[in-house]
């Protein structure tokens, strides 16, 4: 089915038809060997590689053999590159998974996915975002992820709402592994080794009167043990998942 068509309707921004294919060819003609996927792809590639910062047009010209100028025929700016990076980093979304009583085990494998999409990308997260899903992979994620809360009872804005809320729980999570990875990496220490120093430096600054709290955290050895990020991420998960049935529970009993 074609999608419908207002006169009304705003224009497409450009990045958009170029994600959707919408653009017949490129401004002011196509450069020989070059295309737009081709483009995205090593643009990808740098930032992998080497992190976000890396990733300019004049540095991805290059790694295509290419002046700079020839990129702009196919991408305007390097904030329409980064919004067609993140839509290929995504990939093809994971299906929809269960629904209905199944709706739990479908969200949950959905963000586990986005998860793993993320840490196969970790600079995905440190792209500004500048607003809702609009590209196709974007898009496909959302539409998936809003087919698991099929027949859940939920109204069409608590759908998004729960979409929004995992997709930033796993966003926040995938961010904050990847700082802390950072860090450790810089220091040279392996986590536990952090953690185990940390633990000594609360201990010093922090008065027990004040953060019994704490200390009482740090007695129990909390601080000091190196947990599986996995563990971490199952924890989160579970809870968000425990309050979104609790919502569904309601709508079945009201």
Same mark, same amino acid.
């Given at each position: 089915?074609?999608?419908? #068509?207002?006169?009304?309707?705003?224009?497409?921004?450009? %990045?958009?038809?170029?994600?959707?294919?919408?653009?017949?060819?490129? *401004?002011? &003609?196509?450069?020989?060997?070059?295309?737009?996927?081709? #483009?995205? =792809?090593?643009?990808?590639?740098?930032?992998?590689?080497?992190?976000?910062?890396?990733?300019?047009?004049? @540095?991805? /010209?290059?790694?295509?053999?290419?002046?700079?100028? =020839?990129?702009? @025929?196919?991408?305007?700016?390097?904030?329409?590159?980064?919004?067609?990076?993140?839509?290929?980093?995504?990939?093809?979304?994971? &299906?929809?998974?269960?629904?209905?009583?199944?709706?739990? /085990?479908?969200?949950?494998?959905?963000?586990?996915?986005?998860?793993?999409?993320?840490?196969?990308?970790?600079?995905?997260?440190?792209? *500004? $975002?500048?607003?809702?899903?609009?590209?196709?992979?974007?898009?496909?994620?959302?539409?998936?992820?809003?087919?698991?809360? +099929?027949?859940?009872?939920?109204?069409?804005?608590?759908? !998004?709402?729960? !979409?929004?809320?995992?997709?930033?729980?796993?966003?926040?999570?995938?961010?904050?592994?990847?700082?802390?990875?950072?860090?450790?990496?810089?220091? &040279?220490?392996? !986590?536990?080794?952090? !953690? /185990?120093?940390?633990?000594?430096?609360?201990?010093?600054?922090?008065?027990?009167?004040?953060? *019994?709290?704490?200390?009482?955290? $740090? =007695?129990?050895?909390?601080?000091?043990?190196?947990?599986?990020?996995?563990?971490?991420? %199952?924890?989160?998960?579970?809870?968000?998942? +425990?309050? $979104?049935?609790?919502?569904?529970?309601? @709508? =079945? /009993?009201?």
């Amino acid at each position: 089915m074609e999608p419908t #068509i207002d006169e009304t309707d705003p224009p497409l921004p450009p %990045v958009i038809e170029a994600a959707w294919g919408l653009r017949e060819r490129a *401004p002011k &003609g196509p450069r020989p060997g070059l295309t737009l996927a081709g #483009i995205v =792809a090593a643009a990808v590639a740098v930032a992998d590689a080497e992190g976000l910062g890396a990733v300019s047009m004049s @540095r991805v /010209a290059k790694e295509l053999g290419a002046g700079t100028m =020839a990129l702009y @025929r196919y991408v305007g700016a390097k904030e329409e590159l980064l919004t067609l990076m993140v839509d290929a980093a995504y990939g093809e979304p994971p &299906g929809p998974g269960g629904t209905g009583p199944d709706w739990r /085990a479908g969200l949950a494998r959905w963000s586990w996915a986005e998860r793993a999409a993320l840490q196969r990308h970790p600079w995905v997260v440190r792209v *500004p $975002i500048s607003g809702p899903p609009l590209t196709p992979h974007t898009l496909g994620w959302l539409e998936d992820g809003l087919r698991c809360l +099929d027949g859940t009872g939920l109204t069409g804005a608590e759908k !998004m709402s729960v !979409m929004l809320l995992l997709t930033g729980y796993v966003r926040n999570e995938a961010l904050l592994m990847a700082q802390v990875q950072e860090a450790s990496a810089a220091s &040279g220490r392996r !986590m536990d080794e952090t !953690m /185990a120093e940390y633990s000594r430096l609360v201990a010093r600054v922090a008065d027990p009167g004040r953060f *019994p709290a704490l200390h009482a955290v $740090i =007695a129990a050895g909390v601080l000091e043990r190196d947990d599986d990020p996995d563990d971490e991420f %199952v924890f989160g998960l579970d809870r968000l998942l +425990d309050g $979104i049935e609790a919502l569904v529970t309601s @709508r =079945a /009993a009201g």
